[in-house]
T-cell receptor, first 111, second 116 residues
Framework: QQPVQSPQAVILREGEDAVINCSSSKALYSVHWYRQKHGEAPVFLMILLKGGEQKGHDKISASFNEKKQQSSLYLTASQLSYSGTYFCGTEPGFGNEKLTFGTGTRLTIIP | DTEVTQTPKHLVMGMTNKKSLKCEQHMGHRAMYWYKQKAKKPPELMFVYSYEKLSINESVPSRFSPECPNSSLLNLHLHALQPEDSALYLC???????????????FGPGTRLTVL
């Protein structure tokens, strides 16, 4: 079952904040976040493990609520370089070591 | 060197052709992956190799045949493909197959395949 992301697409002006959600129907061991720019390979952003931790670097952070089987990615004071499609990747648990990517969120930052 | 390379960048083939995609990494990663990505869709896992052995085959049709000749190389052999197989084929690698902390996947730029 593919994780569902919301919103599907969002357009922001530079400096505005964005939240991207990832929701799974299965219990999760970890959530990965990737960004893919048009015509390029996905690039890793961060991993969150079971335990409800929150992570962040620079102006991008994420949270993981294992009870709700959800993760959220927070982008603050967005920059033009943040444009791209964001995918969460979920891993159900030990013994099922593979990522299933979510439906994707297309983020467009305009000047 | 934190790069995954893929060749060729573009490939056009007929339904009766046999071709191969190549992927290489020199990061000492022990897990390597093939993904298929259609336009505006997420990458879909096809195969996983762990320590040069096939670990996961996501019920991929036999016209796709993976091969891992050594720990740095991953091939995808293509034969008798269908037009609906046209897509971007991405290779990725990670330290281990276990998707734990600090086990990010590094993706190659992909091969854009067109089947006529």
């Amino acid at each position: 079952q593919q994780p569902v992301q919301s919103p599907q697409a969002v357009i922001l002006r530079e400096g505005e904040d964005a939240v991207i959600n990832c929701s799974s129907s299965k219990a999760l061991y970890s959530v990965h976040w990737y960004r893919q720019k048009h015509g390029e390979a996905p690039v890793f952003l961060m991993i969150l493990l079971k335990g409800g931790e929150q992570k962040g670097h620079d102006k991008i952070s994420a949270s993981f609520n294992e009870k709700k089987q959800q993760s959220s990615l927070y982008l603050t004071a967005s920059q033009l370089s943040y444009s791209g499609t964001y995918f969460c990747g979920t891993e159900p648990g030990f013994g099922n070591e593979k990522l299933t990517f979510g439906t994707g969120t297309r983020l467009t930052i305009i000047p | 060197d934190t790069e995954v390379t893929q060749t060729p960048k573009h490939l056009v083939m007929g339904m009766t052709n046999k071709k191969s995609l190549k992927c290489e990494q020199h990061m000492g990663h022990r897990a390597m992956y093939w993904y298929k990505q259609k336009a505006k869709k997420p990458p879909e896992l096809m195969f996983v190799y762990s320590y040069e052995k096939l670990s996961i085959n996501e019920s991929v049709p036999s016209r796709f045949s993976p091969e891992c000749p050594n720990s740095s190389l991953l091939n995808l052999h293509l034969h008798a493909l269908q037009p609906e197989d046209s897509a971007l084929y991405l290779c990725a690698s990670s330290q281990e197959q276990w998707q734990g902390a600090d086990n990010e996947q590094f993706f190659g730029p992909g091969t854009r395949l067109t089947v006529l």
